[in-house]
């Protein structure tokens, strides 16, 4: 590991900038909207699906006969409020599932599917009742592209193939199991991931090796009928920049992706209750977290050095909290709660991404229901909304809109293990209908931040906004009381003279529309 940028004198003489905390915070942001030339890929929003715990099987699926109220057997409460967040891109089966998974075994009659041991999560077993079908279903009910990750570790070349086959061509023999299965028309299936962590669960595998089964399984995946996959290898984790060296030298354009997994962990062995932390353990945590622009721009160097033209993306296909599981949920189901800490991490983990839009294409929060940093919990037929849904809701609108660079002149914080963080992060970007968003968290858990923003050359003349904020970071939502965490109206932004001035109440997270 090695995160020298984030230690206080390095960042520090980086940026020339004081490192002090005062009462009152105060805060500038320039915008540069001439400098706006990428899009922020919707993709960046994209969900995460596994085999794990109750993440499909009660979160999103339970079957058609099932009391819990349900379309063609995925439940209706879920369903709305993942249609509400304009999901674009959703991974399935795994993750460490997905290097075991023998797609053939959910396909046909749910009733004669064969079962099997989920060795990677608490050694459940799986009857596979939810497959290929009901995946690719689910993706059309949502409006959401799928992301197929294909098995490598302990499938075939062959069986990688078929299934290929099986979703997405016309004819031949596959077409035709799968319309005797019930799919007269083929689906589309753009994204598709040739191994996850192969490193680790997908094979324990050295990058040299990785990297020719990554050439040999690539080429039996066709493009049948126009459907053109989108292929993506497995990557590395956080700080192997080995990997990704080895894998541009001898990889390089054959892939369309490269994945990068990052997870805002305190310790491996100690990760720490979700809803139960000090002041010092939530500082650190956004520190963490924030290491991950480090993460990202040294892979990105190395990317750039074997594609100058940016033709392969970097997908940081798994990121988010990663706390002890709840206690007294089953072991190895990784069912975690999510506090207001939890959504500081998903918005400056995402303005981020919004920094890096012409390499970062694809990120996948882990994971969509009842599994670490998830949106959405269920118990039975009960459901709650995390704050993490909320701040992916407020976040929207920055889907597929013009990324306006932005500077940030604020206070910094050093925390524990002399990480730097600053007082205040922000994002802004400009949607087709010329709407400016700005995005704005006050990290500090006690004081306001008055924010002062030039607009410029933005004629913008009215503001509106949205406030995602709780007594106490470790707020969350449970099935008793569903709502202690949610959205508010804000009403503390003002335009005079253009100038946007901003009071953000301590741990506050915002949104505003600039119109
Ligand atoms: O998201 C949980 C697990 O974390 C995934 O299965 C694996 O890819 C990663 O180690």
Same mark, same amino acid.
């Given at each position: 590991?090695?995160?020298?940028?984030?230690?206080?004198?390095?960042?520090?003489?980086?940026?020339?900038?004081?490192?002090?905390?005062?009462?009152?915070?105060?805060?500038?942001?320039?915008?540069?909207?001439?400098?706006?030339?990428?899009?922020?890929?919707?993709?960046?929003?994209?969900?995460?699906?596994?085999?794990?715990?109750?993440?499909?099987?009660?979160?999103?699926?339970?079957?058609?006969?099932?009391?819990?109220?349900?379309?063609?057997?995925?439940?209706?409460?879920? #369903?709305?409020?993942?249609?509400?967040?304009?999901?674009?891109?959703?991974?399935?089966?795994?993750?460490?599932?997905?290097?075991?998974?023998?797609?053939?075994?959910?396909?046909?009659?749910?009733?004669?599917?064969?079962?099997?041991?989920?060795?990677?999560?608490?050694?459940?077993?799986?009857?596979?009742?939810?497959?290929?079908?009901?995946?690719?279903?689910?993706?059309?009910?949502?409006?959401?592209?799928?992301?197929?990750?294909?098995?490598?570790?302990?499938?075939? @070349?062959?069986?990688?193939?078929?299934?290929?086959?099986?979703?997405?061509?016309?004819?031949?023999?596959?077409?035709?199991?799968?319309?005797?299965?019930?799919?007269?028309?083929?689906?589309?299936?753009?994204?598709?991931?040739?191994?996850?962590?192969?490193?680790?669960?997908?094979?324990?595998?050295?990058?040299?090796?990785?990297?020719?089964?990554?050439?040999?399984?690539?080429?039996?995946?066709?493009?049948?009928?126009?459907?053109?996959?989108?292929?993506?290898?497995?990557?590395?984790?956080?700080?192997?920049?080995?990997?990704?060296?080895?894998?541009?030298?001898?990889?390089?354009?054959?892939?369309?992706?490269?994945?990068?997994?990052?997870?805002?962990?305190?310790?491996?062995?100690?990760?720490?209750?979700?809803?139960?932390?000090?002041?010092?353990?939530?500082?650190?945590?956004?520190?963490?977290?924030?290491?991950?622009?480090?993460?990202?721009?040294?892979?990105?160097?190395?990317?750039?050095?074997?594609?100058?033209?940016?033709?392969?993306?970097?997908?940081?296909?798994?990121?988010?909290?990663?706390?002890?599981?709840?206690?007294?949920?089953?072991?190895?189901?990784?069912?975690?709660?999510?506090?207001?800490?939890?959504?500081? @991490?998903?918005?400056?983990?995402?303005?981020?991404?919004?920094?890096?839009?012409?390499?970062?294409?694809?990120?996948?929060?882990?994971?969509?229901?009842?599994?670490?940093?998830?949106?959405?919990?269920?118990?039975?037929?009960?459901?709650?909304?995390?704050?993490?849904?909320?701040?992916?809701?407020?976040?929207?609108?920055?889907?597929?809109?013009?990324?306006?660079?932005?500077?940030?002149?604020?206070?910094?914080?050093?925390?524990?293990?002399?990480?730097?963080?600053?007082?205040?992060?922000?994002?802004?970007?400009?949607?087709?209908?010329?709407?400016?968003?700005?995005?704005?968290?006050?990290?500090?858990?006690?004081?306001?931040?008055?924010?002062?923003?030039? #607009?410029?050359?933005?004629?913008?003349?009215? @503001?509106?906004?949205?406030?995602?904020?709780?007594?106490?970071?470790?707020?969350?939502?449970?099935?008793?009381?569903?709502?202690?965490?949610?959205?508010?109206?804000?009403?503390?932004?003002?335009?005079?003279?253009?100038?946007?001035?901003?009071?953000?109440?301590?741990?506050?997270?915002?949104?505003?529309?600039?119109?």
């Amino acid at each position: 590991m090695n995160n020298n940028y984030l230690k206080t004198g390095a960042l520090a003489a980086l940026l020339c900038l004081p490192i002090a905390s005062q009462a009152q915070e105060k805060a500038t942001i320039t915008l540069h909207p001439d400098e706006g030339k990428n899009i922020i890929s919707r993709h960046i929003y994209g969900q995460f699906a596994e085999h794990l715990g109750t993440c499909i099987y009660g979160g999103l699926w339970v079957g058609e006969d099932s009391p819990i109220p349900n379309t063609q057997g995925y439940r209706n409460d879920v #369903l709305g409020a993942l249609k509400e967040l304009s999901i674009p891109n959703l991974r399935w089966p795994g993750g460490c599932f997905a290097d075991e998974y023998h797609w053939m075994d959910g396909i046909g009659p749910r009733g004669q599917r064969p079962r099997m041991v989920n060795n990677n999560w608490g050694g459940t077993v799986e009857d596979n009742s939810f497959g290929t079908h009901e995946f690719l279903n689910l993706c059309e009910l949502l409006g959401c592209e799928p992301y197929v990750s294909g098995n490598v570790g302990s499938g075939s @070349v062959e069986e990688m193939a078929k299934w290929v086959e099986y979703m997405t061509a016309e004819d031949g023999p596959m077409a035709k199991l799968r319309k005797q299965n019930g799919r007269e028309k083929p689906w589309k299936v753009h994204f598709f991931g040739v191994g996850n962590e192969s490193w680790g669960c997908g094979g324990s595998m050295r990058p040299e090796y990785y990297s020719d089964l990554y050439r040999r399984y690539s080429t039996y995946c066709r493009n049948y009928n126009g459907n053109e996959l989108f292929k993506i290898a497995s990557g590395a984790s956080d700080y192997d920049y080995n990997w990704t060296e080895v894998l541009m030298q001898n990889v390089g354009t054959r892939m369309n992706g490269l994945s990068l997994h990052y997870y805002t962990v305190m310790d491996w062995n100690k990760k720490g209750s979700a809803t139960q932390f000090t002041d010092e353990d939530y500082y650190w945590t956004l520190g963490k977290c924030l290491e991950i622009e480090d993460v990202i721009r040294r892979h990105i160097g190395i990317m750039d050095r074997y594609d100058p033209g940016k033709n392969v993306g970097l997908m940081v296909d798994e990121w988010g909290t990663w706390w002890d599981q709840e206690p007294g949920t089953i072991p190895g189901h990784l069912f975690q709660q999510n506090t207001l800490r939890d959504a500081f @991490v998903a918005a400056l983990t995402l303005n981020v991404f919004h920094k890096y839009t012409d390499r970062v294409r694809m990120a996948n929060i882990a994971q969509i229901a009842n599994v670490l940093q998830s949106m959405i919990l269920t118990k039975e037929d009960k459901m709650v909304l995390t704050p993490t849904y909320h701040v992916f809701h407020m976040y929207k609108v920055h889907q597929d809109a013009t990324f306006i660079p932005l500077d940030i002149q604020c206070t910094r914080r050093i925390v524990r293990d002399d990480r730097i963080i600053p007082t205040l992060s922000a994002t802004a970007s400009r949607d087709q209908q010329g709407t400016v968003h700005l995005s704005l968290a006050n990290i500090d858990l006690t004081q306001p931040c008055e924010v002062e923003i030039a #607009l410029e050359d933005l004629k913008a003349k009215k @503001v509106t906004g949205e406030i995602l904020t709780s007594d106490k970071m470790g707020d969350h939502n449970t099935f008793e009381a569903p709502d202690k965490v949610k959205p508010q109206a804000f009403g503390k932004a003002k335009i005079s003279k253009g100038v946007l001035r901003v009071t953000l109440p301590a741990k506050s997270i915002v949104t505003l529309a600039l119109e």
